[in-house]
């Protein structure tokens, strides 16, 4: 039983059919869950694999359990970034440094059942090349965020020229040719399942059931959930743009009829009396002008991460990979 299970790892670590890419961020208590489930999935595929798990800067002992993974197991290889860099750009990262002609992209908290993965595999051979998950059931989650996630989707698809798949995740299958074009995009502020949806080809889905995180508490909280709105909104529209200059000319069209007002009631001796409304009028039309500055601060903000040019993540270390991806200490 040893040799067989030996020329199977041997051929994964050559040339894997299939990557699993996982982001990891303080998930101590569920990594080795997850990694048994996962293995048992994808044993019973009897097709080389790797599974690759991001290290985004664990605070816990995170890291710790996935070399005990890797030296178990070498089919397990870990990017280990110098610091926390987020889940997006956490998914990028491996698929930079995925190999197979299919990768899997899943949290590792256990929401996104591994049990899911034949299916979109199944659908992948029929020929889709990108098959994402979608969400029957939410289990566990608030009527709060299930509200206001149904809320970002609705206007998501209200305000992009592309039709991003409404209740989905990062939870997806994509073919080679897919991953190696979303490697060429290197913006900083990544939205990866707008950009899983700009790329094109052919997408299908698979339905699932969500279930509640396995251990430990959500990496989302709500100020993450609005930098991560701001994010896919700003990459993919510029409607909030558009709307400074509605806005003006609406604001415009008043201000002229309100001259006009002004002069008949003057012509008529009815004088305009009291500074109240103007006053109410100038913070109005302040307030106004200082929110749309700062709709354009933030294009603006995003603009100046991307001429910096910076890499997007740092390596600290990359382990049970070949020496040329080693070399891959930032990108």
């Known amino acids: 039983m040893i040799a067989p299970q030996q020329d199977r790892i041997s051929q994964a670590l050559a040339q894997p059919t299939y990557s699993i890419v996982a982001p990891v961020f303080n998930e101590e208590e569920t990594l080795p869950q997850f990694y048994a489930r996962m293995i048992q999935v994808m044993d019973e595929l009897n097709e080389p694999f790797e599974l690759i798990l991001i290290n985004d800067g664990s605070k816990d002992t995170s890291y710790r359990v996935m070399?005990?993974?890797?030296e178990a197991d070498p089919r397990v290889r870990i990017i280990d970034f110098s610091r926390n860099f987020g889940h997006q750009i956490a998914i990028s990262a491996g698929l930079d440094y995925a190999k197979g002609k299919?990768?899997?992209?899943?949290d590792s908290d256990l929401q996104d059942p591994p049990e899911v993965i034949p299916s979109l595999i199944a659908r992948w051979k029929e020929g889709a090349e990108v098959v994402y998950a979608q969400r029957a059931t939410r289990v566990g989650e608030t009527k709060f965020k299930l509200l206001t996630a149904s809320l970002f989707y609705r206007l998501i698809d209200r305000i992009t020229a592309i039709q991003i798949p409404r209740n989905v995740g990062d939870f997806r299958l994509m073919d080679r040719n897919v991953v190696d074009s979303l490697i060429q995009m290197r913006e900083h502020h990544r939205f990866m399942r707008g950009l899983s949806a700009w790329v094109g080809f052919r997408q299908e889905a698979v339905l699932y059931n969500r279930h509640?995180?396995?251990?430990g508490s959500s990496k989302y909280p709500l100020m993450k959930m609005v930098s991560f709105s701001m994010d896919a909104i700003t990459s993919f529209s510029h409607l909030?743009?558009?709307?400074?200059?509605?806005?003006g000319f609406i604001l415009a069209g008043i201000s002229l009829l309100g001259?006009?007002?002004a002069a008949i009631l003057r012509l008529t001796t009815h004088a305009i009396q009291g500074?109240?409304?103007t006053l109410i009028l100038v913070l109005f039309l302040g307030g106004i002008q200082l929110i749309f500055l700062g709709i354009i601060g933030e294009y603006l903000g995003r603009i100046y991460d991307e001429v910096r040019a910076r890499p997007l993540y740092i390596v600290h270390h990359a382990l049970g990979f070949s020496e040329k991806d080693q070399e891959k200490t930032s990108v």
């Not at 509640?212 to 251990?215: C, K, L, Q, S, V």
């Not at 909030?240 to 806005?247: M, R």
């Open 67 to 70: 070399q005990d993974l890797h």
């Open 102 to 106: 299919a990768v899997v992209v899943i």
């Open 259 to 261: 001259i006009i007002v």
């Open 240 to 247: 909030p743009l558009q709307l400074a200059t509605t806005c």
């Open 275 to 277: 500074q109240a409304s």
């Open 212 to 215: 509640e995180r396995y251990a």
